[in-house]
């Protein structure tokens, strides 16, 4: 896959598990025979969300409602909150918002990932939520408002629903993505302790040996002076190093 994007657990034939991986599948196990867990998982871009993801729920036996979000580019954030439940309730067949959320309880998890966050892989003409908010900045926060305020006037309703979502909040800066929750030191574990306040948090990172056997995993010649180097210039995402790898090839 020449992106390196994973959207299914078909992208992932090559996956090297790890302790951040066994660690999300232990939590996804519960999920089985427990309801009302909102599970958010959390990584640099370039780690490996996706990968993780796809490959521990391809593992599992759950039961799954995959949503996506197809929005244009000039949306407002009253224009994303339309469009999302317009797609869900189409999705699930149903004419109402308390209708999807009963729907949604007859699931094991519903499912905010690729193809929710990453849908202009998808469909070029349109976008995710992830290139939205990355792309319009502070204008989304009113959208991230009105989603909270639905979460606590329906928080009885999802006592009976399991959600997971790949969570990010990217800036640019100086040509390289940078997210918020994972990328800025103080400010993100301040973040994250309150974001673990409020739903079960699973962070995707890697040590130095993890690094390493992905690394050789995916380029088995590689020399450890090599690795070095990319791990230097790169930290510990695979993506951007995959990336890095491909491109030396070809000059």
């Known amino acids: ?7 299914s657990a078909k992208d992932c034939e090559r996956f090297i598990e ?4 066994h660690e999300l599948c232990s939590v996804f196990k519960t999920l089985k025979t427990s309801k009302g867990n909102f599970v958010l998982v959390l990584a640099s871009p370039g780690t490996g969300k996706s990968a993780n993801l796809y490959q521990a729920l391809s593992l599992l036996d759950l039961n799954i409602h995959d949503t996506h979000l197809f929005i244009d580019t000039d949306s407002k954030p009253a224009d994303v909150f339309r469009i999302f439940w317009e797609i869900l309730k189409e999705d699930m067949g149903v004419k109402t918002k308390e209708e999807a ?7 094991d998890l519903v499912l905010f990932a690729d193809s929710f966050l990453d849908s202009e892989h998808i469909d070029p003409g349109k976008m995710g939520l992830g290139l939205w908010t990355e792309e319009n900045g502070p204008r989304t926060f009113p959208l991230y408002f009105r989603v909270l305020y639905e979460y606590l006037k329906h928080k009885r309703d999802l006592k009976n629903i399991n959600i997971v979502a790949q969570t990010s909040w990217i ?4 040509g390289f993505r940078y997210d918020i929750l994972s990328d800025l030191n103080f400010i993100s574990k301040i973040l994250v302790f309150l974001l673990k306040r409020l739903f079960e948090v699973v962070i995707i990172s890697y040590n130095r040996e993890e690094m390493i056997k992905i690394i050789r995993n995916h380029s088995a010649g590689i020399s450890e002076d090599k690795i070095e180097e990319y791990i230097k210039r790169y930290g510990n995402r695979p993506r951007f190093i995959f990336k890095a790898m491909e491109k030396e090839k070809k000059v």
């Open 1 to 7: 896959m020449a992106s390196h994007k994973v959207f």
């Open 171 to 174: 800036i640019n800066f100086r």
């Open 101 to 107: 959320y009963k729907k949604a309880s007859e699931y």
């Open 18 to 21: 790890t302790k951040s991986f």
